[in-house]
Structures are given as C-alpha cells and as structure tokens.
C-alpha cells in the first residue's frame, strides 16, 4: 500500500499513524514523570513536535492528547483548558521558530510557559467558579508555577536541541513529503 | 556547555530565592510558642459532634492533626497533590466520590488544605464532612440571608386586599409562598412552567378566564414565581386579573351590552317571595346585588368564599341553621354569587332553606 495516498483533508496516511504516536508519545511521557509534581516533558514534547513537524500536525496531536487525558481522568474544567493551553503554546513556538535560533530561546518561552500555566487555569477556572476562586488557586500553586517554570527551562536548555536533531533526522529518513 | 550549566545554576538559585520570598510575603505562615486551640468535628449523619481542647506548640493545623491522629481516630493521606487530606476521622471515613471534610476556621472556612493553615492560640477549628454539592454551590451565602419581604394579595372582585409581611431565608418566590402556604390560605400545583397558584386567600381560580398577575415593587413580572428571586425590602403583589378576549371582540361587547336578568327571593317562613327585573352591565350576580342592594334591602359580608348574605328584603339570616340557595335558571348554582357569570335573560333565585 503507497503510504502517499491522500485519505482526508490532504492527510496522508503515514501523518494519521505519526500523529496518533506522537499524541502516545505525550501521553506516555506525562505519566512518566507524574510522580514529581510540576515537572514534565509534554511542553518540550510539543516544542519539538511543532519546530520539527510545523503547527498543524502538532495541533491535531494536542487536540489527542487533551481528549486522551478526558479518557484517563474524567470530564472536568481543567481538561477543557487543555483544548487551549497547549495549542497557546504550539502557536506561539510556531511563531518564534523562524525568529529565534538558539536553544536558549525556546527554554525561556518553556520557562514562561510553566510560570504561568498556575495563572492560565486560575484565569480559565475563574469563568466557572468565579474570580476569588481563581485568585485563591493561582496563589496557592504559585509555589508549584515557579518549579514548572524552572524544571521546563532546565528540560528544555538540555533536551530540547538533541531531540529535535534525531527526530528531524528520523523525519528525514521515513517521512515522505 | 558551560555557560548552559550556568543558566541552569542561575535558575535553580531564582527558585530558592522566589520561593523564599513567597514563603515571607505570601505563604500561609506559622506561630511558634505554646498554643491552645479548639476542634470540633461534626459528622451530622453519624450524629458525631465531638469538641477537643489541645495545647499544642506546632505551627500548622495539619501538624495537631498528625499529633493527635489518635485521639481523633484519624486517617489521612498525607501525599496528595493538595496536601494533607482527611480521609476519616473519629472512626468515620469519608466517601471520597460524594463528601469530604469541610476544615472551618473560627466560623469561616479555611483558606488552605489542613497543611496550609498556621495554628494561633485561640482558634477555633471545625471538620465537618460535607457533600461536594454543598461545596460548589454559590448560592449557599444567599440562602441562608434573612430577608423582610411584602407580599400583597388583591382580588377585587372579592373585595380581597390583603397584606403580609414575611422574614424569610428562601431564595425564590414560589418558595416563599409554599412556606408560608398556611397563612396564604394557597393552593398550588407544579407545571412545566413553575409554581401555579390556584387557589388563595380562599378565592379558587377559574384558570379559564382569570389568572394572577404578579407586581415586583409595582412593576409586572417578567417570570413567574418560582422565577423570581427575592431580594430584601421587595414589594410583590399577586392581583387577579381576567385574560383579555383574543379573537372573539364580539364576546367583548356583550359583556359591557346592558343585559335583563330576573332575580327572585324567596323567604319561605316569612312568606317573602319577590321578583325584581334588573338592567344591568355587571359581569357577576354579586356585582349586581351590590349595586341593587338599597332595592333589595340588602346586608353582606365579604368572605373568603365570596359574598355572603346577612340580610335581604329586611330578613336577618341565622348563619348557624339556614342559608339562601342560589338556583341558576332553575338550576342549583355550582358556585356562589361572586362566580355566577351574569347572561342576558338569566332567571336567579335566592331560597331561604334549612342546612
């Protein structure tokens, strides 16, 4: 079977299967660490998917994702914010990916991302709760911001670099544009 | 490489010091020294209400807790990601998918997860397990205001006007009237649309052709009652009202047309048996006896039943033994006089009888 013919929308059918691991790959990766609180891969994940992949697949593997996580963790307001903060984060590293060259960079946007991932939600929650609610959760996490905020910048000045070298590598040697 | 090993040392040291700064300015912060405070825990369908005295030297809430883990018979979790949770207490455990243990503080409830809130001498404390509804419920402050309401009630027809002034914690209006649905002498059924009153004050209505008209502090209504959210010092006012015919505009005209009715009373121990012919634009018997009562030397009082007759053609009726029949064209009325629909050429009989 020619994995080039075209199956929807312009899709190939060797995006359906990249999409759907890499949406795997962001699920596996966020378990992994979920013992440590704050710190995870899935913000780097999608940096690189987005540098590597451009914005569109990497929005269609959020878009996964973020229902995946209805299917681990049940219908709630925070998974709603899902369906936003990440494609946020997907948009605005499109955007800077011809802009900004070194890795440093990227840290820094991952940096500020979980700085204010605690704010994001507290704004997002305040839409059903109400504004005292969302005031009370962004300051009772912001001890919890500053770690995500610091442990993306560290997981992204070190890994961010290497994983998009092998996987533009990878797409270079079994992905046919 | 080194200069990234330096970002990374450099962030490290931003965390320490962040962290340190919201630990001083905005962290929940503790009180050393000795301390004695109050812990009440109630589990209201277990009728547990139990009240500790502890003299503690920790600084944290959840610190006394762990503590006296024993004394309280309390079990916890203390790695959640929200801190210390209690998951039992006094050999009561929580149904962690419906209820929980709601931490107040002196009254109000606490800020922080039981980890999170700094013991001061003198505090009272409070667990008490509650449902998750009672949690999220906004309204909750509002429902338990005490608020001072007027309610009036006016049927014209019947010469009803009364007023009410009612304390009340309810929320909603149509509760209101359900509360205090003794004094209101109310009637009510739930419909698809709310609350619909059909009977107040005694007057039953004829959901055919009246209805009650709601005022809010003089102004109609946009919803019904069980739509209307009361507020302090609120005026309502439920005013009957007839439904404006729609189509049948000749019906209208009939009704305002002066109309000839028969009206005979007969008083069988005195001999009294008189028939008059009255013209007449009213739309009810009643309305019509009140305009002729020189005529018929009449006597009435307004009841909750509606008009009732005390005296006719000089008669004195004895309300305890005897009563006037009413006769509709031959016919026993089905109502009193205040519900007979006048028609033009109607035959109306009032008949003294014994009950």
Redesign the interface.
């Known amino acids: 079977m020619n994995s080039n013919v075209e199956t929807f929308n312009g899709m190939k059918v060797q995006d359906l299967v990249l999409i759907s691991i890499l949406s795997a790959s962001l699920t596996a990766g966020k378990l992994a660490l979920s013992f440590v609180p704050n710190v995870e891969v899935v913000s780097l994940l999608f940096m690189v998917y987005t540098v590597a992949l451009g914005v569109k697949r990497t929005l269609l593997i959020s878009v996964i994702f973020a229902t995946t996580e209805i299917f681990l963790y049940g219908f709630s307001t925070w998974v709603l914010g899902y369906y936003l903060i990440w494609p946020i984060l997907i948009l605005a590293t499109g955007v800077l990916k011809g802009k900004v060259k070194s890795e440093y960079g990227f840290a820094i946007i991952s940096g500020i991302f979980g700085l204010s991932f605690g704010f994001f939600f507290a704004v997002f929650e305040s839409f059903f709760y109400g504004i005292a609610y969302g005031m009370a959760y962004w300051a009772r996490g912001i001890p919890l911001d500053i770690l995500h905020g610091a442990s993306n910048y560290i997981i992204a000045i070190i890994l961010f670099n290497p994983l998009v070298k092998i996987f533009s590598s990878q797409l270079k040697q079994y992905y046919i544009r | 490489m080194n200069k990234?090993i330096l970002?990374?040392i450099g962030?490290?040291a931003?965390?320490i010091i962040?962290?340190a700064l919201?630990n001083t300015y905005?962290?929940p912060s503790g009180v050393e020294g000795e301390k004695e405070v109050s812990l009440q825990v109630i589990v209201d369908k277990e009728n547990i209400n139990e009240e500790f005295t502890f003299q503690t030297d920790h600084e944290f809430f959840g610190e006394l807790l762990e503590e006296e883990q024993e004394t309280l018979k309390l079990s916890y979790d203390e790695h959640s990601?929200l801190g210390m949770m209690i998951t039992g207490a006094l050999g009561y455990e929580v149904d962690s998918s419906s209820e929980y243990f709601h931490i107040l503080v002196n009254g109000e409830d606490a800020?922080?997860g039981a980890s999170?809130i700094p013991l001061i001498d003198g505090d009272e404390y409070v667990l008490e397990l509650r449902g998750f509804g009672e949690m999220?419920d906004?309204d909750e402050g509002e429902e338990a205001e005490d608020k001072e309401v007027t309610f009036r009630v006016t049927i014209e027809k019947e010469n009803i006007a009364e007023e009410f002034t009612f304390q009340t914690e309810q929320e909603y209006l149509s509760q209101l009237i359900e509360e205090e649905g003794e004094t209101l002498e109310a009637e009510y059924e739930d419909t698809d649309f709310g609350l619909s009153i059909t009977e107040i004050l005694g007057y039953e209505l004829d959901a055919s052709t009246e209805y009650l008209h709601i005022l809010v502090n003089g102004e109609d209504a946009e919803t019904g009652v069980s739509g209307i959210e009361m507020i302090d010092g609120d005026e309502y006012e439920l005013e009957l009202r007839s439904f404006a015919p729609m189509d049948d505009e000749e019906d209208e005209g009939e009704v305002s047309d002066t109309m000839e009715v028969t009206f005979i009373v007969t008083i069988d121990t005195e001999d009294i048996a008189e028939e008059f012919t009255f013209q007449t634009e009213q739309a009810y018997v009643s309305e019509m006896i009140e305009d002729e009562a020189e005529v018929l030397e009449l006597e009435y009082e307004m009841t909750d039943f509606g008009m009732s007759i005390t005296e006719i053609l000089g008669y004195e009726m004895n309300s305890d033994g005897e009563y006037l029949h009413i006769l509709v064209n031959g016919e026993d009325a089905e109502t009193g006089l205040s519900g007979i629909e006048i028609k033009d050429g109607d035959i109306y009989e009032l008949q003294r009888r014994d009950f």
């Open positions: 990234k970002s990374i962030v490290i931003a965390v962040l962290g919201y905005l962290g990601t800020e922080y999170g999220d906004p």
